[in-house]
């Protein structure tokens, strides 16, 4: 089977940097995805780790550890807009996406 | 280009009561697949599918059938509605042509059962 554990809540500052961890355990890996959901709302996309290390797209990073089964998700200058639900998912053969339960960030001024 | 569409937004039902949810894209992806949501929760694989004739279960696939006859469109059969399938249901699209197998998703479809 396959399970993802992260943080139900976080609450930061605007301005301020954040990270969000997730761990897996998974069988046919194909790499960690991180989408954003704001309320009501479809997930978005918001980065791809297929290989170890650290992808940068903007004022977010994700980052992966393939021995360690762990991911991150570090979103910088944090603004009121990035208030909203994450979500980490591990991908396999066929487009098959498994999702965490979310970690619900709150951006307080 | 729509992207990827579901209809209805809304419905509601009575226990028992069978109905479809409609799912289409535009986008000449290889792979879909439903999610439900629960309040406060993650998105729950259902069935999912990597080709037009082939289909296959996710995590909770039982009172769902689902068909993919073209590689648009992707329909998800509730049999006998039950109020624990009471849920907000999204339809994804994904490629293998796209970076990170990015996953597209419709605006989804807020069902009720009663």
């Known amino acids: 089977g396959q399970s993802l554990e992260q943080p139900s809540e976080v609450t930061a500052v605007e301005g301020a940097i954040v990270q969000i961890n997730c761990t897996y355990q998974t069988s046919g890996f194909y790499g960690l995805s991180w989408y954003q959901q704001h309320d009501g709302g479809a997930p978005t996309f918001l980065s791809y780790n297929g290989l170890d290390g650290l992808e940068e797209t903007g004022r977010f990073s994700s980052f992966l550890s393939r021995s360690d089964s762990y991911g991150y998700l570090l979103l910088q200058e944090l603004q009121m807009k990035d208030s909203a639900s994450y979500f980490c998912a591990v991908g396999s053969w066929g487009g098959k996406l498994i999702f965490g339960q979310g970690t619900e960030l709150s951006v307080k001024p | 280009n729509a992207g990827v569409t579901q209809t209805p937004k809304f419905q509601v039902l009575k226990t028992g009561q069978s109905m479809t949810l409609q799912c289409a894209q535009d986008?000449?992806?290889?792979?879909m697949s439903w999610y439900r949501q629960d309040p406060g929760m993650g998105l729950r694989l259902i069935h999912y599918s990597v080709g037009a004739g082939i289909t296959d279960q996710g995590e909770v696939p039982n009172g769902y059938n689902v068909s993919r006859s073209t590689t648009e469109d992707f329909p998800l059969r509730l049999l006998s509605a039950a109020p624990s399938q009471t849920s907000v249901y999204f339809c994804?699209?994904?490629?293998?042509?796209?970076?990170?197998?990015?996953?597209?998703f419709g605006p989804g479809t807020r069902l009720t059962v009663l």
């Open positions: 986008m000449n992806h290889e792979y």
């Open positions: 994804a699209s994904s490629s293998d042509r796209v970076p990170g197998n990015e996953q597209f």
